[in-house]
């Protein structure tokens, strides 16, 4: 037998692929895993289609077409005030999620220690453990799922090196506030502490209430590697798209790890966006319609026995069930498959020491036709 010692030994299969499997298997409603029932936009497909035909079909430069970077520019400048030059500050990516492990290889070492919120999207800790680092842990608790600043300063030491945010939250869908701003200001000024910001749900985030970029803050974008996703952008998420942005030092570090991870992104599809990114109302139009879907499934929920947690970005709605049972969340949210069609995500696979509050996470991405038939089956529950 060949000795073998794994890298990540206690990493299995994700909850994603575990209840999505289930949902298929039971033939159930699936709002477990993040992504839209409905299509994209056909004008989409139609630049996508034209850019294959007009030979964009080998090789994109390492980091991404210009005009994608500099409509990325634009955007960024527009909304947050913040000039992020393309040619040295931006690079598009295969993915948020690659985006997000790219920056973590380029910027930890052994024994860096990065702080992390949980619950907290999967791919964050087995990135810094895969270098060597140190993953440090705040649990957040529901409802309202505040940072407890004090707690953070206590968890920072000389050797901490990255805290990752994302705002809007997954799986919460709470949104960083002025004073969380602030908080984060004051702990890292004067320390060498730099700042990963997932930020692909920036613009799905409801109430009126705006996206607190890192790239608004001057003191903080300094430091930020920020991560955003075309994928939620444009309801594309097979397609793998997204992009970073950092200052040109950071940003430096960033694409040495880039170019020997993917090199390049597909052309076509970088095409395709340069021109639909022209198109301000596809993204600038995505908070109403999705508070449209929030309210739809909220409304629906109101009637049964789960508790809705509060909900201020995202596409994500978290409820907690414990007026219903007392089974723990991943044996709820599998009963839940069987009994009632509808699949959901127990909230904590989220947490490093599957912390369970009773909460369960659904995605209201769906078709309002898809949300109505699993709210007929939720009410029952």
């Given amino acids: 037998m060949i000795a073998f010692q794994s890298k990540l030994p206690q990493t299995g299969t994700t909850i994603f692929t575990v209840m999505s499997a289930l949902a298929q298997q039971a033939g159930a409603i699936n709002l477990s895993q993040g992504f839209p029932d409905f299509d994209c936009s056909p004008e989409l497909i139609k630049l996508v289609n034209q850019a294959m035909q007009q030979g964009h079909n080998q090789y994109a430069p390492m980091a991404g077409i210009l005009p994608l970077r500099e409509a990325v520019a634009a955007k960024t400048q527009e909304l947050y005030g913040a000039t992020y030059h393309p040619d040295n500050e931006i ?21 860096d220690e990065v702080i992390i919120f949980e619950p907290a999207y999967d791919c964050y800790a087995p990135a810094i453990q895969l270098m060597g680092g140190v993953v440090k842990r705040l ?13 953070v300063r206590r968890l920072v030491s000389s050797r901490t090196k990255m805290i990752i945010v994302n705002s809007p939250h997954n799986p919460t869908g709470t949104v960083l506030q002025e004073e969380d701003i602030r908080e984060l200001v004051n702990l890292t000024n004067k320390t060498d502490i730099l700042i990963l910001s997932d ?40 397609w793998k798209i997204g992009y970073c942005m950092a200052p040109t030092w950071l940003m430096n570090e960033f694409r040495k790890i880039h170019q020997f991870n993917v090199f390049s992104v597909n052309t076509p599809v970088q095409f395709a966006l340069a021109k639909f990114m022209q198109v301000k109302e596809a993204y600038l139009g995505l908070s109403a319609f999705y508070q449209q879907k929030r309210d739809f499934f909220r409304a629906g929920l109101e009637s049964s026995r789960f508790k809705l947690l509060p909900c201020a970005g995202s596409y994500f709605q978290s409820v907690n069930y414990t007026t219903i049972t007392n089974e723990n969340d991943v044996d709820f949210a599998k009963r839940l498959i069987s009994e009632n069609g509808v699949a959901a995500i127990p ?16 995605c209201f991405a769906k078709k309002q036709e898809t949300l109505a038939k699993a709210l007929e089956q939720l009410i029952k529950a």
């Fill in 91 to 111: 690079t598009i990516t295969a993915g948020g999620t690659q985006a997000i492990f790219t920056a973590i290889c380029a910027t930890i070492h052994p024994n």
């Fill in 199 to 238: 930020e692909v749900y920036e613009h799905i985030i409801f109430d009126g209430q705006p996206h607190r970029s890192m790239a608004r803050y001057p003191e903080l974008a300094e430091r930020s590697l920020i991560c955003a996703s075309f994928g939620k952008l444009f309801h594309i998420t097979g």
């Fill in 139 to 151: 649990e957040l608790e529901p409802p309202d799922y505040r940072i407890n600043w004090n707690m």
């Fill in 347 to 362: 909230n904590s696979a989220f947490y490093n020491k599957k912390t369970d509050f009773g909460i369960l996470r659904f």
